[in-house]
């Protein structure tokens, strides 16, 4: 790998922030939590909960039918949540102004199922890359891994990056990955994972609840020492159509780090 600049005191306050630990986190005061008894016979457990001052908006929500999974709506405005109380028809109003307004998480969230890394500062050396020199940065790494690499992918169908995986892995690299399962249906995914699990390359699909949830991740992590991460999906349109970013960072805490995270990536259950 060549040499990477160091980066700036300010740029590597943008690129990793400084974090207290949970625990000595300043405790938030308790917030009203308003609920709609039994509205309708679709609709169940509806609460409303404000987001803390100057915010006028909160958090909606609900379950349905016989689903006993949570669903949340944020940044609902109080406006609408007055409005939703006092509807004729609280199932109409809801499938009219709610369920495709506003952002929604189905069921747990990754928080509550994830103790996620709390940030850390550390020094690096990084590279940056934008739009076509994002591809020649991913293909270097790949070029100069010796031990393993670990690929959490949101899309892949670009062969120039496959035949380089399948290249280190002839040469002893160990590689594993994991990819979103809905993109795993386009026609050149299966065509590269195909490729991958002949080779003997293990691929793990990751499924997500929710209708517009996703294992939206990119990034690589090169012999527990590297990560490549990004905008950039490894894709033709990300590489000639799209504006993507991409940056190389060199630091074994931070590979640490992202190696937790690609280690917690596992299907919801269906």
Not at 7 to 24: F, I, M
Not at 226 to 233: E, R
Request: hydrophobic letters at 40%; a negative charge.
């Amino acid at each position: 790998m060549k040499p990477l600049p160091t980066l700036a005191a300010a740029a590597l306050a943008a690129l990793c922030l400084l974090a207290a630990p949970r625990g000595a986190r300043g405790a938030e005061p308790p917030v009203a939590r308003e609920t709609l008894p039994t509205p309708s016979t679709f609709l169940h457990d509806v609460a409303w909960t404000p987001n803390p001052p100057p915010a006028t908006d909160g958090t909606l929500s609900l379950t349905l039918g016989d689903d006993p999974e949570t669903i949340r709506y944020f940044e609902v405005p109080r406006t609408e949540w007055e409005a939703f109380k006092t509807a004729d028809s609280p199932g109409s109003f809801y499938a009219k102004n709610i369920r495709q307004a506003y952002e929604r998480q189905y069921g747990a969230s990754r928080e509550e199922k994830f103790d996620t890394p709390i940030p850390v500062q550390t020094h690096i050396d990084a590279l940056c890359a934008f739009n076509e020199e994002c591809e020649p940065v991913v293909l270097e790494a790949i070029e100069n891994a010796h031990t393993s690499i670990y690929i959490a992918c949101y899309a892949f169908t670009r062969t120039r990056i496959a035949r380089a995986l399948l290249d280190a892995h002839s040469r002893g690299v160990r590689i594993a990955v994991k990819m979103d399962t809905r993109q795993a249906e386009h026609p050149g995914a299966q065509r590269i994972l195909a490729l991958f699990r002949e080779a003997g390359i293990p691929v793990t699909l990751i499924y997500t609840t929710g209708e517009y949830s996703a294992m939206h991740n990119k990034f690589m992590i090169f012999d527990m020492t590297q990560v490549v991460t990004g905008s950039y999906n490894y894709t033709t349109q990300a590489q000639v159509s799209n504006w993507e970013n991409l940056i190389w960072l060199r630091s074994p805490s931070m590979a640490e780090q992202y190696k937790q995270a690609w280690d917690a990536i596992v299907s919801d259950a269906p």
